[in-house]
């Protein structure tokens, strides 16, 4: 549903590879605006659950920010995939374990410029794969097992940086106490 007095002009295609670029225009208001619109495919994030106070964790190099974080496993929903079929894959890719899968939420990661929409599970019964699979060529990832109450001050601390990861290890917390933070 469009915002009373926004027009949608036209859109331009900047960049089309898997991560796709546009320029669109629109009226609002009567003035003319042009936005950078980023296309991303839907994606998915894992809280991997060791036991009802751990999780394991993430740390890979981020190019675009020049440092290791600590994150959720986390990626994006290949064409054809259901979102449960991605996080299957990308915990076994990520981690090496695989699990059942619980729906937690989903959101907009960063709706102001880009389409992305993830969709966050939970991890339970956790068990390690006989033969892992092989991670994407770009990533260097090894896993972490933190409690929980330590990845919450991580989120404060600034040891966690990443959004995605604040917002399920937050979510995920909350789940735990009835939405009360102890």
């Not at 609002?28 to 991303?40: A, L, P, Q």
């Not at 939420?105 to 794969?129: I, K, Q």
């Amino acid at each position: 549903m469009a915002e009373e007095g926004y027009n949608f002009i036209d859109t331009k295609m900047i960049h089309n590879g898997p991560v796709r670029l546009r320029i669109d225009s629109f009226t609002y208001r009567g003035k003319t605006f042009s936005k950078e619109v980023v296309e991303h495919n839907p994606s998915v994030g894992i809280i991997p659950v060791i036991n009802k106070n751990e999780i394991l964790l993430i740390r890979q190099f981020r190019h675009a920010v020049n440092k290791n974080l600590v994150e959720i496993p986390a990626g994006k929903i290949e064409n054809n995939e259901l979102p449960h079929e991605a996080a299957k894959r990308e915990l076994a890719e990520e981690t090496g374990y695989s699990g059942i899968l619980q729906p937690l939420t989903r959101c907009f990661l960063a709706p102001s410029y880009d389409t992305e929409l993830m969709h966050f599970f939970v991890a339970s019964n956790l068990s390690e794969l006989d033969i892992p699979i092989k991670m994407d060529e770009d990533e260097n990832i090894t896993t972490m097992s933190v409690h929980i109450k330590d990845a919450v001050k991580y989120c404060y601390d600034g040891t966690i940086v990443d959004c995605k990861t604040v917002s399920a290890i937050f979510l995920y917390y909350f789940s735990l106490n009835d939405g009360k933070h102890n």
